[in-house]
């Protein structure tokens, strides 16, 4: 039969699981919201930068939007 107390005494934690519990807790985890958020700000961003240098070339060329 097992005796619980004298396993409990000999019980030693291993230090792998605290090195590893400390590894997951330090990482910054993206989830998919996350990822679909910074895509779509990076869309916009290309896309207001595409305009702006559209509209300097417009300026630079003596054009303008009127057809």
């Known amino acids: 039969m097992i005796n619980f107390q004298e396993e409990i005494k000999r019980f030693k934690p291993s230090l792998d699981v605290d ?3 400390e590894m997951i807790t330090g990482i910054d985890l993206t989830d ?6 910074q895509l779509a700000q990076n869309a916009s961003d290309a896309k ?8 300097e070339r417009r300026e630079t060329d003596g ?4 057809i």
Request: proline fraction near 0%.
């Open 19 to 21: 090195n590893i519990e």
């Open 63 to 66: 054009r303008t939007d009127e």
């Open 48 to 55: 207001a930068a595409n305009q702006a240098m559209r509209q």
């Open 32 to 37: 998919m919201g996350d990822l679909m958020m």
